[in-house]
């Protein structure tokens, strides 16, 4: 497994932008890396996600949100645009192993959107 430590969160009116950052550190190979966000009484849901076998988007946030990885850093970035009220969660990074041999968690930053 790895260790994944967020960046980035913080409070911006709709309409604004703001980019995550989570840095992985350790030996594993990773194989996947995403985003999911937890509002306040509802489950944990997937945002956007990044492997090998190309870029997955949640519909909410298509057109909106892009995700983005460097290997060379083993890094994975989420721009978010054009935020909206609903978007207000924390956001936890995530990484996987080949085969989902093994799953971190980062330890979550929270996003904030005003009305």
């Known amino acids: 497994q790895v260790q994944l430590v967020e960046s980035g969160g913080g409070l911006v009116q709709t309409g604004g932008s703001l980019r995550l950052s989570c840095a992985a550190s350790?030996?594993?190979?990773?194989?996947?890396m995403g985003w999911y966000r937890q509002a306040t009484g509802k489950q944990r849901e997937l945002v956007a996600d990044?492997?090998?076998?190309?870029?997955v988007y949640a519909d909410f946030v298509k057109g909106r949100f892009t995700i983005s990885r460097s290997n060379a850093e083993n890094t994975v970035y989420l721009q978010m645009n054009s935020l909206k009220p609903e978007d207000t969660a924390v956001y936890y990074c995530?990484?996987?192993?080949?085969?989902?041999?093994?799953?971190?968690w980062g330890q979550g930053t929270q996003v904030t959107v005003s009305s």
């Open positions: 995530n990484a996987r192993g080949s085969g989902s041999t093994w799953t971190s």
């Open positions: 350790g030996s594993a190979f990773i194989n996947a």
């Open positions: 990044v492997s090998r076998s190309g870029t």
